[in-house]
């Protein structure tokens, strides 16, 4: 987590620094701060908070002069959330100054070995031990800048994406990467430093997203010095230009990005189905698979692997893999599965799922699971990430910038490419017949279309349901089969969002402990679709019925019996169960978001929370 900017260039470089840490506060928002340079010396404002709290401490940002800057916005890891705390960090000398994403380990170790030799310390953090570590380095050896960077790092254990800046060489800024991400803008006599590359786009669109192990210095009106970290040799930077369209990065007439990303969503399932499921012939391409098909055809095992809402995608990409191709699937929480020394095979494939591609445990996951020789595909969202970039194989979801922290179209968009993936390996391996083939692909035709209706028969009443249940302390969430995930991902977006306790549950498992939670005043969201367990599903809602709990039901259009039992009803349209998760978590995101607002909570960005998870 946290989000990282920088500018060397010929601009006046606070507003680009203060605009790009908006920009980035999806990545944490527990403070930020800025250094701006020029001849005699620089400027530094830290403040507990968001980037509007670091803005209010600013008199007058108009007398802030010089091109050279670096910014950082806090998802705290070490130190709580104080200005202090605050990144930029300074080292003893006052000579460097440095912001920095992820995880330094061994800094304890570090820490006492600088205190021996008189370094002091204003904050917990682990980013003040890095920047003494230079600067101990530096002065012991007499070092340039770069060289002691280069040498400090080989000596960590951990996580980063730093950019360093020496006070007395303003024209200079030393950057590198081990696991963070780090994208680098580039115009003639201008540089861009920033997590991910949309705090510049409005500036250039050239990109070199560097590797983990590189580290690069920019200087003014100089080429990029791009090297690697361990052995200092030279790299040539490969530089893309990004295809990106701004609106997507607007909320355009939308309040929250969460909301207009709901709505996104008939169009965000029409771009992942895009050019890979063919209209006429119901003929299903994705390269990743093309190019492999005989590795997936010969499968023994998958295990999908990935974290939060993306796990929730592959506990239904379980389903409908196990479903349509009959290989066994397992589905991994990353952050257990790195750790716990798994059994795969050379004929193994590990799927990872990651809406932004730098969940730190996905990668790791990616990592060990390659090591083991497994083959391994991804299904990513942010193109160019470090997920994407490392995988054998894979697809994008291709649903656009996802700027809420809470996933919503990304989720929809991975279970879109797993229907697909489904279909086609299934075709390969001849586990599915032709007509439900055929049936499903023309049914996927029509998801868009389904959504969209869903999201307008569904928006009064869910309003009404929200105004009802919006003070309550707990939700639970009931689904089967396919839709027993979808009850997990209706629970996560309540919690995450509204602060409210939900757990879902497969509704059978209910009677086996949550059966005791409810009462009259226990809100129960059940999926009660037609297709699948529909008659248990009835007999669950009876249970809590019984035991006077208060049922929102998710039913078919044309439904009779759970809408007579329930208190609620929400209506969606009628689906194979394949593909109802697609139809049926639209009024869960929609409730939660419902909620969220009428308590009055900040959606997009909830507490304690960051987009982009890149530290484990
Ligand atoms: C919940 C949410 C998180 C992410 C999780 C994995 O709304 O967004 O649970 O799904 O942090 O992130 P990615 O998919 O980027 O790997």
């Not at 990467?177 to 250039?204: H, M, Q, V």
């Not at 070199?208 to 090297?227: C, T, V």
């Not at 049914?443 to 959504?451: A, D, G, Q, T, Y």
């Not at 208190?567 to 394949?578: A, F, G, R, Y």
Request: glycine share 6%; with cysteine.
């Amino acid at each position: 987590m946290c989000g990282i900017i920088g500018y060397l260039g010929y601009r006046e470089a606070y507003p680009i620094l203060i605009n790009g840490l908006k920009k980035l506060e999806y990545r944490g928002y527990d403070s930020s701060g800025i250094a701006i340079f020029c001849k005699n010396g620089y400027r530094l404002y830290k403040s507990k908070g968001k980037v509007n709290e670091l803005k209010k401490k600013i008199f007058s940002p108009h007398k802030i002069k010089g091109t050279t800057g670096i910014g950082h916005t806090r998802w705290a890891t070490h130190g709580i959330p104080d200005d202090v705390n605050a990144h930029p960090h300074v080292s003893n000398s006052n000579e460097l100054i440095l912001i920095h994403n992820g995880i330094i380990e061994n800094y304890h170790a570090i820490k006492i070995i600088l205190l021996k030799n008189g370094f002091t310390f204003k904050s917990k953090t682990d980013t003040e031990v890095l920047v003494n570590l230079i600067e101990y380095i530096q002065k012991k050896n007499k070092l340039s800048l770069e060289e002691a960077v280069r040498i400090s790092l080989t000596e960590i254990v951990g996580a980063y994406s730093i950019a360093v800046v020496e006070k007395s060489h303003p024209e200079r800024i030393v950057i590198a990467k081990l696991g963070s991400p780090l994208a680098l803008g580039i115009n003639e006599r201008e540089f861009f430093i920033a997590s991910d590359p949309i705090p510049f786009l409005d500036y250039t669109k050239n990109v070199l997203y560097l590797k983990d192990g590189e580290m690069a210095i920019l200087s003014k009106n100089k080429e990029l010095d791009l090297r690697k970290i361990l052995d200092n040799h030279k790299l040539s930077p490969i530089i893309k230009e990004l295809q990106i369209n701004l609106k997507e990065i607007e909320k355009g007439e939308y309040k929250y990005f969460m909301l207009k990303e709901i709505y996104e969503q008939p169009r965000t399932i029409l771009d992942t189905l895009r050019g890979r499921l063919s209209i006429t012939d119901g003929f299903i391409c994705i390269n990743g698979i093309e190019f492999n098909k005989d590795i997936f055809v010969n499968a023994k095992c998958i295990t999908i692997v990935a974290c939060g809402t993306s796990w929730h995608a592959s506990l239904i990409g379980e389903y409908l893999l196990e479903e349509l191709t009959r290989i066994p699937v397992e589905v991994e929480y990353a952050s257990e599965f790195r750790y716990r020394n798994p059994i795969l095979e050379k004929e193994d494939i590990v799927i990872v799922i990651s809406q932004s591609g730098e969940t730190a445990d996905t990668l790791a996951a990616l990592n060990l699971a390659k090591k083991k020789g497994a083959f391994v595909f991804g299904i990513c969202n942010v193109v160019g990430s470090s997920i994407a970039r490392n995988v054998d194989a894979g697809a994008y979801t291709h649903a656009g910038p996802e700027i809420g922290v809470a996933s919503t179209k990304a989720f929809t968009a991975q279970i879109t490419v797993l229907v697909l993936l489904a279909l086609k390996i299934g075709k390969e391996r001849l586990s599915i017949t032709e007509s439900r083939y055929n049936s499903l692909c023309q049914e996927l035709r029509s998801i868009p279309e389904k959504v969209n209706k869903t999201l307008k028969i569904d928006e009064d009443s869910i309003k009404e349901i929200s105004k009802i249940y919006s003070n309550v302390n707990n939700f639970l969430y009931l689904g089967r089969g396919i839709n027993f995930p979808v009850a997990l991902e209706g629970a996560l977006k309540l919690k995450e969002i509204s602060y409210i306790h939900a757990e879902g549950y497969p509704a059978a498992e209910m009677k086996h402990g949550p059966i005791a939670l409810i009462d009259e005043n226990m809100p129960v969201v059940i999926i009660a679709t037609k297709k699948g367990c529909y008659e248990k599903i009835i007999g669950n809602i009876q249970e809590i019925k019984a035991r006077k709990g208060k049922i929102i039901a998710i039913v078919n259009e044309g439904d009779i019996q759970a809408s007579m039992l329930a208190d609620h009803v929400i209506k969606v349209p009628n689906i194979s169960e394949e593909l109802s998760p697609l139809v049926t978590v639209i009024p869960l995101q929609l409730l939660a978001y419902q909620i969220a607002f009428i308590r009055g909570e900040n959606i997009d960005q909830p507490r304690n929370l960051a987009k982009s998870v890149t530290v484990e």
